[in-house]
């Protein structure tokens, strides 16, 4: 496989909305997409598979809410009983009003903290990583289209800047 | 495309009412008339003679709660103020009976209400809503203002019975609103302390005000939207936007009054600072409720082709969103209540956990747990058959909501589901679907002069 791939700038998003459905109804592979900002309906237009980024965050606040039960059963209950506002901590179940704030804060905060650590992990994403992005430009106000090249770069040329692209440019990538 | 009112679900209707009646009256000619009627009727229902439940220790300690509160003598028209932590005299037992005896005869009139008031809220939720989507000047919605403006109109039809109703009360035809007994009033230095908002002249005056800005809002804002179907220029949207905005500040406070009002005075020793928000939230739901119920209705049916699933999408999120907004006020209603243990306050949650266990717990699953399960996944909230069952469920649920706030107060124990409780909810359903229906068919389906009509029908998720 060449190493090759041409980079194609817009500066619309609804300009890169349609571009991304021409080259994707002219089979070409799109290998990435780099924008300033989330591009809203893009993921379905480039075909990615659907997120599941949900059903894991439903599982990590289920784990929180579990947490948090047990957390405030060993501390309220077994650990150290007390006698607050005439309510004495011998049973979870009786005390259990009291506790559904904190079960619902820890059910947000697993279900938060752990959907971006996932999202940092499946992205591969950590600290001090050098960016990806080929063109700074990227980070103002200019969406690029990276497709692999495969000896048909005058046709994906063409096809480009009929698309609405304003600089198409044929990379050499060193890796 | 106009709508035409199919006869099969006009007769549907008039088969509700109809029903729904029989069961009203049978359920008032049921209802004791004297005090011996009463006690034969605990009597076939208790198998043992009256008030078994009335010998539970909460329920003395509820009512030594109350007698350390208030000045009581003799008042057996009083729900909680049988003081008699001394066992069975034979003055306790004439008055106990009479109690039951007054309870008894509430019940078919609660029922009514409970029905009434369930429906009627539903229709000012609607109205809400609709002046929320006009006043953000929203764009995904302006297909569906029709299905809003049908709903609601059912608003003056529904509060004028409320109305009556209260009226009724006001003249002493029941026993719903004890504050409005001058001999309970002459006894109790807590109500007595209130008369001067609580008094019938002043409480109906406060009704007539609410129901007719609520619905000169609804008048002018549908004639506004009809108008703006013919006109070449926006100013009646312009006007809609600008009624819209000012209708929901007077809501907000009316809505509040309403409620302590119309529900929170039945059990007029008790108090809760959020109980208009909390009466709100269970309109506002049921509202939404009943908006995308009726919209996948009219789509099943061929109409609303503009209508697309991100439409129903939203109103789902709506549902799932405003279960849970209901959920956390119910709650903090209910912790700080609970966590503080005050008897005047904590005497509303002991008899509604005591004597209405299933009802008061099964709401909270059938308004909060079934919907928040069911309508969490963002894919179940485009297939009908998932909305449909989650918004028969909430408004079911929150039909039960407005029974565990009225009926307690207002029966006490005596509570079951008869022939008035669900001849008043059939009869006013079918009373809302006519009303509802009839509506519908005098105008487009399709507010088609809208500005953002355009933008709602290309709203995509």
Redesign the interface.
Known sequence: MSDKVVHALYDDDDVLLSAVKIIRSEKHHIEEVYTPFPVHGLDKAMGLEETRI?IMA?IYGCIGLCVAVAMMNFIMIDDWPQNI???PSFSYLENM??F??IMFEMTVFFAAHLMVITFYMRSKLWPFKKAENPNPLTTDDKFLVEIGVHDNEKELEKLLKKSGAIDVSIIEKSE | MMYTFPNKLRNLAFAFMAVGFIGLVYGFLSAPTTIEEAKAIVAANHGEGHGTSHDTPSDHAEESAHSNETSHDTDAAHSQDDSHNSGHTDSHDAEHDEHIFHQLTNKPWAALYVAAFFFFMISLGVLAFYAIQRAAQAGWSPVLYRVMESITAYLLPGGIIVLVILALSGMHMNHLFIWMDPEVVAHDKLIAGKTGFLNVPFFLIRAVIFLSGWSLYRYFSRKFSLAQDLADDISNHKKNFRISAAFLVFYIVTESIMSWDWIMSIDPHWFSTLFGWYVFASMFVSGITAIALITIYLKSKGYLEFVNDSHIHDLGKFMFGISVFWTYLWFSQFMLIWYSNIPEEVTYFITRIEDYNLPFFGMLVMNFIFPLLILMNSDYKRINYFMVMAGIVIILGHYMDVFNMIMPSAVGDQWFIGSAEIGGFLFFLGLFIFVVFKEMTKAPLLAKGDPYMGESERFHY
């Open positions: 949900a439903f506002g005439g309510k009003p009291a559904v704030p």
